[in-house]
C-alpha cells in the first residue's frame, strides 16, 4: 500500500434551511405527500419563470465568509442539460463558470491520542443549484414512480481540492463540514433525509506521479459508509492496475450490504452538460452591504472557539477541537466552565467528552436530551476539586444525577452520605486495622512485590466504602509499611 498514494476530493451537498424552494414559493419540508410541495416552476409547466430566493443567497454568503473565501459579487446561474426522469425541464439550473463561493479553506483534526494531526483541506468552490426529484422504484412492480417534492430544492454545493490522502483524512472533512453548515444555521445536517450528502472522488497513483484517473462515488449519506467506500475502491482501484487494467473515469454507487462500490454509468465531463448562463435569470450580484450585513450575524466559528479554548483554557488542540465538533457540545461544555471556574476547565472537558458522552452513547441519546443539566455536572467537579469526594464517588453521584435522584450533587452527597473522609486520625485507624487483619500481604509487600501494596489500598477503601481520601491512603499506608 505504501508504493500507492490515494488522492481524495469531496463534492457536499447541503440542503439550505430555507422554507420554501430556490426559484419558487413551494414548500422545502420533509415527509410530504409525493408531489404535494411541487408548483408550476418545479413541474416545469410552460410559461413559469424562476425567481431567486434570497435567503439561500444569504446561506451562500455565510459560507464563503465562514471558510475564509472570496464572496463574488457577481456570479451567473448556468444551465445544466441531462435527461433524468425526476428532472422535468430536461436541466438543472446550477452555477458553473462563475460561482457564488470561491476558494477557502476548512482546518480539521484526523486521528486522535498521539497520532492525531491537523490538516487543511482547501476549498474549490461552492455554489448555488436546485435538486431535482426522486425516483422510486421499490414499490412499483415493474414501474418506476417520480417524487417531484425535492425537485427545485435549495442546494449548495460544495467542492474540495483533491487534498485528502485516506479515508480518515476524508471523514474528518466530512464531519468538519458537516458540523460547520449547522453551526452557522445554514443546514440542518440531517443525513438520513438527505440534507447532508457526499460524493467521493478517489484515484491511485505512485507516489510523485501524475494524479490518477478518479471514479466518483455517489450519494454517501453516513460518515461510517464513506469511510468503508473510499476503503473498498482504493484497494480495487490498485489491484486493476497491478493486473495491468486501466481505470476507466466512471461513476459508483455504494452498496452498504456488500461493502463494494458498483459502477453506475461512464462518468461525463463539463462540455457532456453544455452549460450555458440562463436566459430567464440575471446575474446575481452582492453589495458590500449585503456581505457586511451578513458578516455582521455570524457567530463565533468553531476554529475560532477551538482556539480560544486553547488559549484561555488550557486544553490540547484536540479536546479543543472534539469539544467544538458541535455548537451543542460546545455550549454545554462552556456552560459547565461557566460554574465550575477555568481552574476546572480540564476536568470539565473530560466530563463532557469522556463520563457524559459514553452515557449518552450508551442509551442512544443526544446532548440535548441529557437529564444531567450543564449547572450540575459543574457542581459535581466543584466537589471533585475542593476533596469533598474523590473521582471514584463522583461516578456515583452522576449515577445518581442521572436518575433524577437529586436536584444537585450537593444534595446527593448528604442524602447519601458520600461525603469523603479526608480527617487523616480516621484514615490512620482504617490503615492500622486492615495491616493488622492483612499479615500476608504486608509481608508480600515487604518482599517486593508491589501488586500487594494495590491489594491493601483496596482493602482500605473497601473498609472505608470508598470514602476515604485516596491520596491520604496511599501516603499512610506507605509511611506505615516503611517503618
Not at 81 to 97: A, H, M, R, T, V
Not at 117 to 128: C, G, N, P, S, V
Not at 315 to 325: P, Q, R
Not at 454 to 471: C, I, S
Request: charge should be negative.
Amino acid at each position: 500500500m505504501n508504493q500507492w498514494e490515494v488522492v481524495i476530493g469531496i463534492e457536499t451537498h447541503a440542503q439550505l434551511a430555507t422554507v420554501s424552494k430556490i426559484f419558487s414559493g413551494a414548500a422545502t419540508a420533509f415527509g410530504g405527500a409525493p408531489n404535494t410541495q411541487a408548483c408550476a416552476v418545479d413541474l416545469a409547466l410552460p410559461g413559469v419563470l424562476p425567481v431567486l430566493n434570497r435567503k439561500a443567497v444569504d446561506c451562500a454568503i455565510r459560507f464563503g465568509l465562514s471558510i475564509g473565501a472570496e464572496v463574488a459579487q457577481k456570479s451567473v446561474f448556468a444551465r445544466k442539460n441531462y435527461f433524468y426522469p425526476d428532472l422535468p425541464k430536461g436541466y438543472q439550473i446550477s452555477q458553473f463558470e462563475l460561482p457564488v463561493v470561491q476558494g477557502g479553506a476548512i482546518t480539521v483534526q484526523v486521528g486522535s491520542g498521539d497520532k492525531a494531526y491537523e490538516k487543511t483541506i482547501r476549498l474549490t468552490r461552492a455554489h448555488l443549484e436546485e435538486d431535482a426529484g426522486k425516483s422510486l422504484h421499490e414499490d412499483f412492480h415493474g414501474k418506476s414512480g417520480i417524487d417531484l417534492n425535492r425537485a427545485g430544492t435549495p442546494l449548495l454545493e460544495i467542492v474540495s481540492e483533491p487534498d485528502m490522502r485516506s479515508s480518515d483524512e476524508a471523514v474528518a472533512y466530512a464531519r468538519a463540514l458537516h458540523a460547520l453548515v449547522q453551526w452557522i444555521g445554514i443546514c440542518d445536517g440531517n443525513m438520513q433525509e438527505g440534507s447532508f450528502r457526499c460524493d467521493a472522488n478517489v484515484s491511485v497513483r505512485r507516489p510523485g506521479a501524475p494524479f490518477g484517473t478518479r471514479r466518483e462515488i455517489k450519494n454517501l449519506n453516513s460518515f461510517r459508509f464513506l469511510k468503508e467506500a473510499i476503503d473498498f475502491e482504493v484497494q480495487w482501484q490498485i489491484n486493476e492496475i497491478e493486473e495491468g487494467r486501466a481505470i476507466q473515469q466512471a461513476t459508483v454507487l455504494f452498496d452498504p450490504d456488500s461493502g463494494e462500490t458498483r459502477m453506475m454509468r461512464s462518468k461525463e465531463d463539463a462540455h457532456d452538460y453544455r452549460y450555458f448562463p440562463d436566459p430567464d435569470l440575471l446575474p446575481l450580484v452582492i453589495s458590500d452591504d449585503w456581505i457586511a450585513r451578513v458578516r455582521g450575524e455570524l457567530p463565533e466559528l468553531p476554529g475560532q472557539m477551538r482556539q480560544r479554548f486553547i488559549d484561555d483554557l488550557g486544553l490540547s488542540a484536540y479536546d479543543a477541537a472534539i469539544l467544538t465538533a458541535s455548537q451543542e457540545m460546545a455550549n454545554y461544555f462552556e456552560s459547565t466552565v461557566a460554574v465550575a471556574g477555568k481552574a476546572n476547565a480540564k476536568p470539565c472537558a473530560n466530563w463532557v467528552m469522556v463520563d457524559l458522552a459514553a452515557r449518552l452513547n450508551k442509551e442512544g441519546k443526544v446532548l440535548a436530551e441529557s437529564p444531567v443539566a450543564a449547572a450540575q455536572l459543574a457542581g459535581l467537579i466543584q466537589r471533585i476539586a475542593d476533596n469533598t469526594i474523590s473521582n471514584n464517588i463522583a461516578k456515583k453521584v452522576f449515577e445518581a444525577l442521572w436518575n433524577g435522584e437529586g436536584a444537585s450533587a450537593d444534595e446527593i452527597i448528604e442524602k447519601q452520605g458520600l461525603k469523603q473522609i479526608t480527617d487523616s486520625g480516621a484514615i490512620e485507624a482504617l490503615v492500622d486495622e486492615v495491616l493488622a487483619a492483612n499479615a500476608a500481604n504486608v509481608a508480600e509487600f515487604r518482599a517486593g512485590k508491589e501488586k500487594a501494596f494495590n491489594a491493601l489500598v483496596g482493602q482500605v477503601m473497601k473498609v472505608a466504602k470508598g470514602k476515604a481520601n485516596p491520596q491520604q491512603v496511599n501516603d499512610l499506608l506507605r509511611k506505615k509499611l516503611a517503618g
